[in-house]
């Protein structure tokens, strides 16, 4: 999810999927959403305000990327490289 406030008191949230049936289905699930701190509404029941914001950056409107898929091997050197440890179990000496 993509939040992009508009003022103090409202944000624009986007929502992406694969599909549009999915996309539906988040966005159901997001207006169902009951919280005394928040009002939940789709841009077209928004305020003025929001609704301009939304026109005037069309850009963000657009769905948010995918994050891409990382196995073990990524995991593992994202944590070595971290650690400061070279190769086969050696440690960075500083």
Same mark, same amino acid.
């Given at each position: 999810?993509?939040?992009?406030? $508009? ?5 624009l ?11 539906l289905?988040?966005?159901l699930?997001?207006?169902? !959403? ?20 939304a !026109?005037?950056?069309?850009e963000?409107?657009?769905? $948010? ?8 091997? $990524?995991?593992?050197?994202? $944590?070595?490289r ?9 440690v960075q000496?500083?």
């Amino acid at each position: 999810m993509k939040i992009k406030w $508009v003022d103090n008191t409202h944000a624009l949230g986007i929502f992406s999927s694969e599909s549009a049936e999915m996309c539906l289905l988040t966005a159901l699930h997001a207006l169902s !959403i009951c919280h005394p701190l928040l009002k939940a509404r789709a841009l077209a029941d928004g305020s003025k305000k929001a609704q301009g914001k939304a !026109i005037r950056r069309a850009e963000f409107i657009q769905p $948010v990327k995918e994050r891409p898929r990382t196995d073990c091997a $990524v995991a593992r050197r994202m $944590v070595t490289r971290a650690l400061g440890i070279q190769g086969r179990g050696r440690v960075q000496r500083y």
